[in-house]
């Protein structure tokens, strides 16, 4: 059996969505198509890795929604926030933050602060699609594909 010992990988990417470095190499090897019954990672297996992993990115994406950063920031509660969205699906032309800000749960500062936090955490996002693209592009050259080097 060889064992490979990998570090100071670039994780700059998976940081802020709390992804382990384990995490990430489970998920390039499964993508990758090089994971067998007897791989292990840190002595675990590779798919409970993976799912760790596209659980967390799952999470991370529903930051994103505007209700969830203002109640996670302690802007708003989470029962401001439940009469907010019962009022847009009634009314579903509103803005969630036109009706928190009528409601007077927030101010016009307070949603503009969470959307400007909405917008790192979608380009943090974009950046692991990024990241996930690459590693397809490489399982398609282990598998044989022609693809150009100005693709990675």
Known sequence: MDEVVITNINMDTFIPLGIKPA????????????????????????????TTFIEKKSNYQQLTKLGNLLVK???????????????????????????????????????????KSQDKIREDIK??????????LLRKRLSGGKISNDHI
């Open 73 to 115: 920031n302690k802007v708003i509660t989470l029962q401001q926030l439940k009469d907010a969205l019962a009022t847009q699906n009634a009314n579903p032309s509103m803005k969630l933050g036109n009706i928190l800000i009528s409601m007077g749960a927030c101010s016009k500062f307070d949603i503009e602060r969470c959307i």
């Open 23 to 50: 995490e990430v190499i489970a998920n390039a090897l499964r993508e990758s198509g090089l994971i067998t019954n007897y791989t292990q990672i840190n002595g675990m297996n590779p798919i409970e890795l993976c």
């Open 127 to 136: 950046k692991l699609d990024d990241y996930e693209d690459k590693v397809d």
